[in-house]
């Protein structure tokens, strides 16, 4: 039996590489066939798992709670620290200094990410702006919405405070943050499908001993994080809890 | 819950004697001072299915002005602000009890007698199929929004 892996497309597309050297480990320390599946898409990764095309998965927090709640998968870990945060930025020279300046009719430039849109439609609360009075205009990539900005084309957007951070000196001099989130309580998380069940406390193991080697304390750097810690069921169904609120 | 200390409040206060759903009393001191909503945040709380604090992050304690062992093991109600209308509070926990979610703009109260307007959504915890408590998320309202809800509530109190 192949074994199916998938990351959230919301990873930069420089760490490629190591999600396919983080799975060739993964499959040695568990002597077994995985498959990773790298979709270029929050969509082709959701009919992937719709379809049942997933057993493993290093998931942002909306897909983990439909997975947790609706599909029967179980969280076991997440990099420790790093909650998922996110940034509104607007041109250097755009007029408004904070989100409250924004008006309506406002063009909001934002990826596929549904993590970082439910959080940037947050963020534009405190100026009474929603979907029904603002443009919203979608691009492919982290790096497109920025240049969407730089562009005119679109007053602000929405970007994870990672993606932010790997822009060049030379863009992000061209950009200016309205607002950072600093929610603390939304992370990605690394979860095990019912087909590995009984194997669930043997993978989060081997994924909370990782940094423990030098071979896996390098995969964790190259991946951007020190450590995986483990996470217990209460946890991510409280972290569920709390996006529940976050999407009404 | 103890009254609150009128040696604590700065300034000109207005006092109140707030009767709860259990029928306790507590005597309070308003200031009228707002503290604003810090941009970008999440206040997060959860209490059991009495209403008592069982946990909450680092905002909410900024924001209540009350130190974290100062607020867990307290009842909700510790930031209740008179101005605050009881039908609001009686329609949020008749809401989340029959296990639904509960939306709507509240007027806190801080311990310094201040106050800070939220947008506040409370969601039950189910587990296993039963409540076992109950999760709020607040988040920073607009101003237009929190003029409106000052509006209404004034009518109702």
Not at chain 1, 47 to 54: N, Q, S
Not at chain 2, 26 to 41: A, D, L, M, Q, S
Request: with cysteine.
């Amino acid at each position: 039996m192949t074994i199916n892996l998938t990351v959230s497309p919301s990873f930069p597309n420089e760490r490629i590489t190591d999600w396919y050297i983080f799975n060739t480990w993964l499959q040695r320390a568990l002597n077994l066939p995985i498959h990773l599946e790298l979709y270029d898409s929050f969509g082709a990764q959701r009919a992937a798992i719709a379809a049942g095309k997933v057993d493993l998965i290093y998931a942002n927090p909306f897909d983990a709670s439909l997975l947790v709640r609706e599909k029967g998968f179980q969280a076991i870990a997440r990099p420790e620290g790093q909650p998922d945060e996110m940034v509104i930025v607007t041109a250097a020279d755009h007029p408004a200094n904070e989100i409250p300046d924004l008006k309506p009719g406002t063009r909001v430039a934002c990826s596929e990410d549904p993590c970082v849109n439910t959080v940037g439609r947050i963020l534009l609360e405190p100026a009474n702006l929603g979907t029904d009075n603002t443009v919203e205009l979608r691009r492919e990539t982290y790096i497109q919405v920025a240049r969407a900005i730089m562009r005119g084309e679109a007053d602000v957007g929405f970007l994870p405070v990672e993606a932010f951070e790997a822009l060049s000196s030379l863009v992000k001099r061209d950009l200016r943050i309205l607002v950072t989130s600093q929610l603390h309580v939304i992370h990605h998380v690394f979860l095990v499908g019912p087909a590995l069940h009984e194997r669930a406390e043997e993978i989060a193991a081997l994924l909370t001993g990782m940094h423990e080697t030098e071979k896996g304390r390098g995969i964790l750097e190259a991946l951007g994080a020190h450590r995986w810690q483990a996470v217990h069921q209460e946890d991510v169904e409280f972290m569920i809890d709390i996006i529940s609120t976050l999407t009404q | 819950m103890k009254d609150m200390d009128r040696a604590q409040i700065p300034g000109e206060a207005t006092e109140y004697t707030q009767t709860y759903a259990d029928g306790t009393q507590r005597r309070v001191f308003v200031t009228g001072v707002e503290t604003p909503y810090p941009h970008g945040k999440l206040i997060v709380s959860r209490t059991d299915t009495a209403g008592i604090i069982t946990e909450c992050n680092q905002s909410f304690v900024d924001m209540s002005g009350y130190t974290e062992a100062e607020i867990i093991g307290q009842p909700h109600c510790l930031l209740r602000h008179p101005d605050m209308p009881a039908a609001a509070f009686r329609d949020l926990w008749e809401t989340v009890k029959a296990g639904r979610q509960w939306n709507g703009y509240v007027k806190n109260l801080r311990k310094d007698g201040g106050h800070y307007w939220v947008y506040a959504t409370v969601v039950p915890n189910v587990r296993n199929g039963n409540i076992v408590g109950y999760t709020s998320v607040r988040r920073e309202p607009s101003r237009e929004n929190v003029a409106s809800a000052e509006e209404q509530y004034r009518s109702l109190s």
